[in-house]
C-alpha cells in the first residue's frame, strides 16, 4: 500500500517529532473482508437460526422484498504512537454514480421473480402481495414511496428499492434512530405480520438485501510505535453479509411460552460477491486537505491523509453482475428453508 515517502517521515524525525503515517489507497483484492464471529471464527457462508419451526410449513406470504443499494460508503483508520500524543489518521470516501433508478428497479424485479420461483420449487405454496388486494390486514401496512433514499445507521447510504407492484415498507430504524419508535404504530410490520398470520392461516416472510458496490478494508484503531493508519478500498459489487431472510412461520406464532424458534432467520454469513470490473474509478480528492495533513504532522505529530474516489458505473455491467449475485444468494438461502422443511 503506497504511504507518504520516507523523507517525509525522516523530516518530522529530524524536527523532533515521532510522525506516523497515514496510508490511503484504491485496488486491493476486490474481496470483502471475512465476517467473523466469537472469539476471531470466520462465520459460515449462510447463518440460520430457529429452523426447526420450518417443518411441516405449506404456505407463506411473501410480505416485504427490498434491495437496498449502497450508494456512499467511507473506512478510516487511526494510530498512536506508544507513550506519545503523536497520531496518524488515514480516512477514505467512495460514492456510486451512473446508476439510474430504472436500472435498480429493473435489477429487483428479477431478483424477486427469481426468489418467487425459486421458493416455490421448495414445495412452499406462496402467497406474493399483489394476491393480497383484499386483505385489511396488508391494506392496513405502511409503506412509503419506490424507491426511497435512506441513510442510518442501521442501512447506511442506501437506495431501497421494492419490487414492483408491491409496498416499500419500512421497519424501526431504517429510516434513523427517530423511527426506532414505529414499531408501536399499528401500521408498522411487526404490528401487521402476526394479524396478516391469522388472517391467511400462514407463515409470513420478509427479505431484504443490501448491494455493497466496494470493498473496504482498514488497520482500525492501534497503538503501536511507528505503527501506520490504512485503509484501502477495491471496485467490487457483493451481496453484503446479514442480508436475508426473516420467516415467522404459522406453526412458530402459535408457539405459547417460551419460544425460542418462533422466528426463523436465513441469513448471509459471508458475502457473495464478484471480483469483476464495472465502471471507472476517478480520485476526486482535494490535495490542499493532504497538505494541511501532512504540515500538521511535521509540527504536532497528528498528521491525516484522505482520499475520495467516485466510481462511474457501467449500467449494463452494474445490472448483470448484481442480477447474478442476487439470484445466488436466493439460491443458497432458499436451499436452506428447502432443507428445513
Not at 58 to 63: F, R, T
Not at 137 to 153: F, I, K, Q, T
Not at 175 to 181: D, E, K, N, T
Not at 293 to 320: C, M, N, T, W
Amino acid at each position: 500500500m503506497p504511504c507518504f515517502p520516507r523523507s517525509h517521515v525522516l523530516l518530522s524525525v529530524a524536527l523532533g517529532a515521532l510522525m506516523l503515517s497515514g496510508c490511503v489507497a484504491t485496488g486491493g483484492s476486490g474481496q470483502p473482508a471475512v465476517a467473523r464471529g466469537a472469539f476471531g471464527v470466520p462465520l459460515g457462508n449462510v447463518e440460520s437460526s430457529g429452523t426447526s419451526s420450518i417443518k411441516g410449513e405449506n404456505k407463506v406470504v411473501l410480505a416485504s422484498f427490498r434491495v437496498a443499494f449502497n450508494q456512499s460508503v467511507k473506512a478510516s483508520a487511526q494510530s498512536s504512537a506508544l507513550f506519545s500524543a503523536n497520531t496518524a489518521s488515514a480516512q477514505m470516501k467512495g460514492k456510486l454514480l451512473g446508476v439510474e433508478p430504472r436500472v435498480y428497479q429493473a435489477i429487483v424485479d428479477a431478483a424477486y421473480a427469481d426468489f418467487v420461483r425459486k421458493l416455490r420449487a421448495s414445495g412452499l405454496t406462496v402467497v406474493e402481495p399483489t394476491a393480497l388486494g383484499s386483505s385489511p390486514a396488508y391494506a392496513r401496512l405502511s409503506s412509503v414511496p419506490n424507491p426511497a433514499a435512506l441513510d442510518s445507521s442501521t442501512t447506511g447510504d442506501v437506495l431501497m428499492v421494492a419490487a414492483s407492484g408491491t409496498k416499500l415498507t419500512l421497519f424501526p430504524g431504517d429510516a434513523g434512530v427517530a423511527s426506532g419508535f414505529s414499531g408501536f404504530d399499528t401500521a408498522s410490520p411487526i404490528r401487521v405480520f402476526p394479524d396478516l398470520i391469522k388472517e391467511q392461516e400462514a407463515g409470513v416472510m420478509h427479505v431484504t438485501y443490501y448491494v455493497d458496490f466496494l470493498n473496504a478494508s482498514s488497520s482500525g484503531r492501534s497503538m503501536v510505535k511507528g505503527g501506520n493508519a490504512e485503509v484501502a478500498m477495491g471496485q467490487g459489487l457483493s451481496v453484503r453479509t446479514g442480508s436475508g431472510i426473516s420467516y415467522t412461520t404459522l406453526s412458530g406464532s402459535r408457539c405459547v411460552g417460551y419460544c425460542p424458534n418462533a422466528i426463523s432467520s436465513v441469513k448471509l454469513g459471508q458475502a457473495v460477491f464478484s471480483e469483476q470490473a464495472y465502471g471507472v474509478s476517478k480520485d476526486v480528492t482535494d490535495s490542499s486537505v493532504n497538505a494541511i495533513g501532512f504540515l500538521s504532522g511535521v509540527l504536532s505529530g497528528q498528521s491525516f491523509s484522505r482520499k475520495d474516489i467516485e466510481i462511474h458505473a457501467d449500467p449494463g455491467r452494474y445490472s448483470a453482475i448484481t442480477t447474478q449475485l442476487l439470484a445466488d444468494t436466493n439460491s443458497a438461502l432458499i436451499d436452506v428453508v428447502k432443507q428445513s422443511r
